[in-house]
């Protein structure tokens, strides 16, 4: 993504308040899903984490205690996520409608599940769910007016 669309990171500095809690930034939200059902002490280390970074690092380093189904789950954990980081802040809504039907990238050379990987060949995960939630926004849009 481009960097004047930064607001799509889960490292942008928006907070979401998701599951009962108002989390520092998606990534920090998103790295504790990880943990709520295994190691709910983990969860708490992620939300006090000073940067996002630091919380990606932490969940990267004990993966070995994500639940087994991790991989099924993780796209729909992440959609919800940025849902709620879409309502909850109108600047990200208006830059996602600013994007238009344009494909929306993320652009990881080091995550091919996330990003579109270092040969430009990969998954593309979170640029899928911005274009989802941008459909339902615009859908929703249309409806409401």
Not at 17 to 45: C, I, L, M, N
Not at 65 to 87: Q, R, S, T, Y
Request: hydrophobic share 35%; glycine share 6%.
């Amino acid at each position: 993504m481009s960097e004047s669309f930064s607001v799509f990171s889960n490292f942008s500095s928006f907070q979401v308040e998701w599951r009962g809690r108002v989390w520092p930034t998606s990534e920090h939200a998103y790295q504790a899903a990880h943990f709520f059902d295994t190691a709910p002490d983990f969860v708490e280390k992620i939300f006090n984490f000073r940067s996002a970074h630091d919380a990606f690092k932490f969940a990267k380093a004990n993966g070995n205690k994500a639940p087994k189904n991790w991989e099924e789950i993780k796209v729909g954990i992440m959609d919800d996520i940025c849902k709620h980081k879409l309502l909850q802040h109108e600047y990200v809504q208006r830059k996602l409608l600013q994007t238009g039907n344009l494909p929306l990238v993320e652009d990881s050379p080091y995550d091919d599940c996330w990003g579109w990987g270092e040969n430009h060949d990969g998954r593309n995960e979170l640029g899928k769910v911005w274009m989802r939630l941008r459909d339902w926004l615009n859908k929703n849009q249309q409806t409401n007016s």
